[in-house]
């Protein structure tokens, strides 16, 4: 185990810029990995009211803050990339705060296994604390066709960025695991699995459990075994509003989880959601007609923010859509309040409420941690 993180084994995980080292880190945590991802955690530092915002800002000039009073992030990131002094200063102001959040984070951690992300690991002092290094690899026009289709990049910017970071084959040089992601998912997890369970030989091993009694509720994590019945539930219990396929499941647990709903033994309900960030954001709820509805929703959600806690979130966001929006009795109880993005407070809470606000849905919010990781001075 980790000499300076006694107890704990560190997978350090790096690649190139959309390799997919985030859909490795959600898989290993899928597996039970408790999963830190080190470059949100930088964005995080130089927020604004957060440790790096005002040094940043003095260094780099008030030109890079845009009107709502944020790091304009493009700006920067065009100056940064465009310069590797720059980066360099950048990186300064960063890393410590970087560092620091990752240790509050792994010393509080109940898992054993973590997982940290991390494009620069190499170059940091984060390389001499981890036990093994995996790097994820793939094919360069895969890479680009991800900044641009997810980052809304040209193309020659997509190129300017993979070209700018180089260093994928000391990358490759340095590892123990090298994972291959070609864009299928399954394969993907074929090859994360192999490497988890050669951590943890008894993993994805099948316990029987003594079966419910008939119409007891429960709640299990979904894996991605579960895909097949996942996108039947779901498909189902929205009436074909939203259908989806066994591979449209696998493709989502690269970036969330599922919680299912069994009434004696038999799935009746979903909920779909996501940690990034230290922020949980729950965006789909499907449950059995069959199923009290407010007694489905409370142990569903109860679960989720139960395996949120776990992962050290600080906040729960939930976006509904009308039918739930509209029991606020329930919501209350359950200790959430009707919120809008602005009005957060966290500029990381906000932020992901932005993001994931569909449409047709009105946001929740509840605290779930007082004690931030990265506060502010």
């Known amino acids: 185990m980790n000499s300076h993180w006694p107890g704990k084994y560190i997978i350090g995980l790096t690649g190139n810029i959309a390799t997919g080292k985030s859909v490795v880190r959600k898989m290993l945590e899928h597996l039970g990995a408790y999963g830190i991802d080190a470059d949100a955690l930088s964005h995080r530092a130089t927020a604004r009211g957060a440790p790096g915002y005002a040094v940043t800002v003095e260094t780099f000039g008030k030109w890079i803050v845009g009107p709502d009073g944020e790091i304009d992030r493009a700006r920067l990131g065009r100056l940064a990339f465009g310069d590797p002094a720059v980066m360099a200063q950048l990186e300064a102001i960063i890393h410590p705060l970087v560092s620091q959040a990752i240790e509050v984070m792994v010393k509080r951690a109940s898992q054993k296994v973590i997982v940290i992300e991390a494009i620069k690991l190499l170059e940091?002092?984060?390389?001499?604390?981890?036990?093994?290094?995996?790097?994820?690899?793939?094919?360069?026009?895969?890479?680009?066709?991800?900044?641009?289709?997810?980052?809304?990049?040209?193309?020659?910017?997509?190129?300017?960025?993979?070209?700018?970071?180089?260093?994928?084959?000391?990358?490759?040089?340095?590892?123990?695991?090298?994972?291959?992601?070609?864009?299928?998912?399954?394969?993907?997890?074929?090859?994360?699995?192999?490497?988890?369970?050669?951590?943890?030989?008894?993993?994805?091993?099948?316990?029987?459990?003594?079966?419910?009694?008939?119409?007891?509720l429960s709640v299990v994590r979904g894996r991605p075994r579960d895909s097949a019945a996942i996108a039947g539930l779901v498909t189902r219990l929205s009436n074909g509003a939203k259908t989806m396929t066994q591979d449209d499941v696998m493709a989502a647990f690269g970036e969330k989880a599922f919680m299912l709903l069994l009434m004696g033994g038999t799935q009746v309900g979903v909920a779909g959601w996501q940690v990034e960030n230290l922020v949980a954001r729950t965006t789909d709820f499907f449950i059995d007609p069959a199923v009290p509805l407010e007694q489905g929703l409370k142990i569903l959600l109860s679960e989720v923010e139960r395996a949120s806690e776990d992962l050290q979130c600080e906040a729960s966001l939930l976006f509904l859509p009308p039918?739930?929006?509209?029991?606020?009795?329930?919501?209350?109880?359950?200790?959430?309040?009707?919120?809008?993005?602005?009005?957060?407070?966290?500029?990381?809470?906000?932020?992901?409420?932005?993001?994931s606000t569909q449409p047709n849905t009105k946001l929740f919010f509840k605290q779930l941690r007082v004690d931030r990781v990265l506060r502010p001075i």
């Open 323 to 355: 039918n739930l929006a509209a029991l606020p009795e329930t919501w209350k109880q359950l200790g959430y309040e009707p919120r809008q993005p602005q009005t957060l407070g966290v500029q990381a809470w906000a932020d992901a409420a932005l993001e």
């Open 124 to 216: 940091t002092e984060l390389f001499q604390v981890c036990d093994s290094i995996w790097v994820v690899d793939g094919p360069e026009e895969l890479q680009i066709q991800r900044l641009m289709s997810r980052r809304g990049l040209r193309r020659e910017e997509a190129v300017q960025r993979i070209r700018f970071q180089g260093g994928q084959r000391q990358k490759l040089a340095a590892a123990q695991v090298v994972i291959r992601n070609s864009g299928s998912f399954e394969q993907t997890w074929q090859n994360v699995l192999v490497e988890w369970k050669k951590i943890n030989p008894q993993a994805e091993t099948l316990t029987a459990l003594p079966k419910p009694a008939a119409g007891t």
